[in-house]
């Protein structure tokens, strides 16, 4: 069990060497395979409710882009944008990195995050807990987003749980021992 | 003592069988139930699911029907009592005395608890409950210390439930009309308290944060400090000059160390708060608490697992509110 | 709006704690002066105050009922321990007219009339057939019910008499902790009655320096002073039979003589609010509870 993060965030090494990543691949696989999950799943649109085609913006602390993510039955899409270009959004989500991605696989609870101040939000409150609490039923799994089943889904989980584990590990050994005073007790 | 935890979507149903739930409660998403939040709640396809699901694991489905049913249309509430028990449902948890005299009117088999939301404290309101709904259960308000629990068991027939952990009202629940007036909403009518369609938080560069409740500015955390849910009785106000958390500081319950003092008190059931939290929060308290639960029968030391509850507290702080007298 | 009737004007009980003198002699001009029907007498917040206020009763019923109304016990809206039970019992068995506020009251005052008052929570029509078949003949609807519910619900149970709260600031909350003690840096058991010190509540504001509520030992009110000025056209069509104004450190006898000409038409609903606006109100005018909104806010309502 994880209760808590502590401030873990990205190297800068890392950050570095993935901003010049190019964008446009990137945004149209986020944005089928977010289409795929909505289509496999038309529970979680219900769930959303008002925040169907609401843009809202995810905005990694540790990564120079923002996310900005519209969901909607048929033309969901994510796009990848330069964080003072999220204008649109009705409601902000700022965090860590390693963070947001615990928030999306439900390593992290999102109220604790909230009461910790490790993640931000700004904007549209009632947007923000639609979508956390979509998020939460939707169980995403590194290998349910991929659409996968069965053994491969189960291959991907533990892959990408053995790999974000040292993530985190690393990113707690490097990060600075002080100013990171982030963290509860 | 059964423990009684929360679901606030069927993700969350089955990482609270899995954490070793005895019971579960779940509400419907709309407004007769206390947690009605954007993204929340149950389907009747869901409920039937989870009743499934939650059975197979040996854990018991109780359903939250515990709003006030708005006059002119009490049908909603009395068809949510209908469709738990046709989705079998172990229990109905109500407050209100319309929902509470159908269900018992309606569906003699199907057992009754007394929601906290009735805020049924002293032995003759709770015998009023029983005797004329057949309520089975109270679940107690969170304003009684621990001998006092002790002894309203002695005048009651019905089985106590308390709260153990989670969010907590400070005022009495059900008898609190703060949110709506700050928002218009009634909590005790539509279910939900500081509505985050009224919430607005304003982080400035420097880090301070500001919430904010329908346009009143209700607390203020410094850059890193520790923050907690935007509701009126956990905010900073200013009264005879002084300024501070007037009501409440930003704190979660969290009675572990009361719980062989519970026990022997006589109490049936203990609650976790928080249909609204994620599957961490779920496994990670359901599970430190059935421990503790089982070390009271000789089970392992449980201290590690509740200790680690303390990230998922508001201000990361707990508090065993009312079981201490100090507490008033 | 066809066949107005009389709107009468109650009195609600005194939810402050005010010491004895000044408790008889408000209710002493009450009798002589006040245009008022119904006054309801009694501790209703906290128990730890009937001691104090208990010898005033027998003196202010005898005067009140000489001077022609019809006075109505108020009873604890939180009992807790068993001498606040006891109290309920006693006051069960009087013979006098009784408002409960607390399920506990029921069984006591079965096969006998009574006032649902307003910290019950009766939001439907159901759960007033329920207390009206268990005795209820006049309900007070709690302060946050919109006015268009209350008016389905008294058109739905017309055998109960509808008393909507009209006046002063709004009872939000009850808790088991004490605020003015907390306030004092004391705890509910030794408290020394410090709640005496703010006989209309103590002032909350906000961090930004904005009134907003005011706490009164275990009860938390509004700051505004929520008024009802709704003409007597208006209420009847709404079920109302009667308005009931909480009493306040303002002239309650020139507060209720407002009320009485708005009522009979003889100013309008600005008139009434301006000149009730010029008496020492415990804070600004709300109303907005009956329109179904934010009840610290002042809205127009329908006329």
Redesign the interface.
């Known amino acids: 069990m994880q209760t808590h993060p502590s401030s873990e965030s990205l190297p800068p090494l890392v950050s570095t060497l993935i901003s010049p990543l190019p964008k446009p691949p990137m945004e149209a696989l986020l944005s089928t395979l977010t289409r795929r999950l909505v289509a496999r799943r038309p529970d979680l649109i219900r769930r959303l409710g008002d925040v169907v085609r609401v843009p809202i913006a995810i905005v990694p602390d540790d990564l120079p882009h923002a996310f900005l993510l519209s969901l909607d039955p048929d033309t969901s899409r994510v796009r990848i944008c330069d964080k003072s270009r999220i204008g649109d959004a009705s409601a902000i989500v700022r965090a860590p990195f390693l963070v947001l991605l615990g928030l999306l696989d439900g390593t992290y609870d999102g109220d604790a995050l909230f009461f910790s101040r490790d993640l931000r939000i700004e904007g549209r409150t009632e947007h923000v807990l639609a979508l956390r609490n979509t998020l939460e039923e939707a169980d995403l799994t590194p290998g349910a987003f991929f659409g996968l089943g069965g053994r491969s889904a189960d291959w991907v989980n533990a892959l990408s749980d053995r790999l974000l584990g040292q993530v985190r590990a690393y990113a707690q050994k490097s990060k600075p021992a002080a100013g990171s005073a982030r963290h509860l007790s | 003592m059964e423990l009684v935890c929360p679901a606030g979507t069927p993700a969350a149903l089955r990482a609270a069988a899995d954490a070793g739930a005895d019971a579960i409660y779940c509400g419907f998403a709309n407004e007769t139930n206390a947690r009605n939040f954007p993204g929340l709640n149950f389907t009747r396809e869901d409920l039937a699911d989870g009743v499934d699901h939650a059975h197979r694991k040996g854990s018991k489905v109780l359903v939250a029907i515990n709003t006030?049913?708005?006059?002119?249309?009490?049908g909603l509430w009395t068809e949510a009592v209908d469709t738990a028990a046709r989705c079998g449902a172990d229990a109905i948890i109500a407050?209100?005395?319309?929902v509470l005299?159908?269900a018992a009117s309606n569906h003699p088999d199907l057992r009754l608890h007394l929601s906290v939301?009735?805020?049924?404290?002293?032995?003759?309101?709770i015998?009023?409950?029983a005797?004329t709904f057949g309520v089975k259960r109270v679940v107690l308000p969170?304003?009684?210390s621990v001998p006092?629990i002790a002894a309203l068991n002695k005048e009651i027939e019905v089985e106590m439930e308390v709260f153990v952990f989670g969010g907590l009202c400070?005022?009495?629940e059900?008898?609190?009309?703060?949110s709506?007036?700050?928002?218009?909403k009634?909590p005790?009518?539509t279910g939900v308290c500081s509505p985050p369609d009224h919430v607005d938080y304003h982080e400035d560069p420097s880090g301070k944060l500001l919430a904010r409740l329908?346009g009143?500015?209700?607390?203020?955390f410094e850059a890193g400090q520790a923050a907690g849910y935007p509701t009126l009785?956990k905010g900073?106000?200013?009264?005879?000059g002084?300024?501070g958390y007037?009501?409440?500081d930003p704190v979660s319950l969290n009675a572990f160390e009361f719980l062989g003092d519970l026990a022997q008190a006589g109490v049936t059931a203990l609650k976790i708060e928080g249909r609204q939290r994620g599957k961490a929060y779920i496994a990670g308290v359901v599970s430190a608490f059935r421990k503790a639960v089982d070390s009271l029968s000789g089970g392992g030391d449980p201290k590690p697992a509740i200790a680690a509850l303390k990230a998922f507290s508001e201000g990361g702080r707990e508090t065993a509110g009312?079981y201490k007298?100090?507490?008033? | 709006m066809t066949d107005v009737t009389r709107i009468e004007l109650a009195l609600g009980p005194c939810l402050f704690n005010w010491p004895a003198d000044r408790l008889t002699e408000f209710y002493g001009r009450i009798a002589d002066e006040a245009e008022i029907d119904v006054v309801y007498l009694g501790e209703v917040v906290c128990g730890k105050r009937m001691p104090f206020t208990d010898p005033v009763w027998p003196e202010a019923i005898d005067r009140l009922t000489a001077a022609g109304k019809r006075v109505v016990l108020s009873t604890l809206?939180?009992?807790?321990?068993k001498r606040e039970?006891e109290v309920?019992r006693q006051q069960a068995d009087y013979d006098l007219p009784i408002e409960i506020n607390?399920?506990?009251?029921?069984?006591?005052c079965s096969g006998r009339a009574f006032t649902a008052g307003p910290?019950l929570?009766?939001?439907?029509?159901?759960?007033l057939a329920?207390?009206a078949g268990r005795g209820a003949t006049v309900w007070c609807p709690?302060?946050?019910?919109p006015l268009?519910?209350?008016q389905?619900?008294a058109a739905l149970v017309p055998e109960v008499e509808v008393e909507l709260f009209a006046f002063g600031r709004?009872p939000?909350?009850?808790?088991?902790?004490?605020?003015h003690?907390?306030?004092?840096g004391l705890?509910?058991?030794s408290c020394q009655f410090v709640c005496d010190r703010d006989p209309d509540g103590?002032?909350?504001?906000?961090?930004?320096?904005?009134r907003?509520?005011a706490?009164n030992g275990i009860q938390?009110l509004?700051d505004t002073c929520h008024v009802a000025g709704l003409t007597s056209g208006h209420l009847t069509a709404s079920g109302v039979k009667r308005l009931r104004l909480s009493p306040h450190t303002v002239d309650m006898v020139a507060v209720a003589r407002l009320f009485r000409s708005f009522l009979d038409g003889a100013m309008n609903a600005d008139e009434f609010e301006t000149k009730l606006e010029a008496l020492d109100l415990p804070g600004p005018l709300s109303n907005?509870?009956l329109a179904?909104?934010?009840?610290?806010?002042k809205t127009a309502l329908p006329v």
């Not at chain 2, 709506?180 to 218009?184: I, N, Q, V």
């Not at chain 2, 009143?216 to 203020?220: L, M």
């Open positions: 006030f049913a708005r006059a002119g249309s009490v407050a209100d005395l319309a005299d159908h939301q009735a805020a049924a404290n002293t032995p003759e309101a015998r009023f409950y005797e969170r304003v009684l006092e400070v005022m009495t059900g008898r609190c009309s703060l709506s007036y700050a928002t218009g009634s005790n009518l329908g009143f500015t209700i607390d203020r009785c900073q106000f200013s009264a005879e002084k300024t007037l009501f409440e009312s007298k100090t507490w008033r | 809206a939180q009992p807790v321990n039970r309920l607390d399920m506990s009251m029921l069984a006591a910290f929570n009766i939001y439907n029509e159901a759960s329920l207390l709690p302060v946050e019910l268009a519910s209350t389905k619900i709004l939000l909350a009850l808790s088991s902790r004490c605020y003690a907390r306030t004092h705890r509910k058991d103590m002032l909350v504001e906000t961090l930004d320096g904005r907003f509520l706490a938390t509004s907005a509870y179904g909104d934010a009840g610290w806010k």
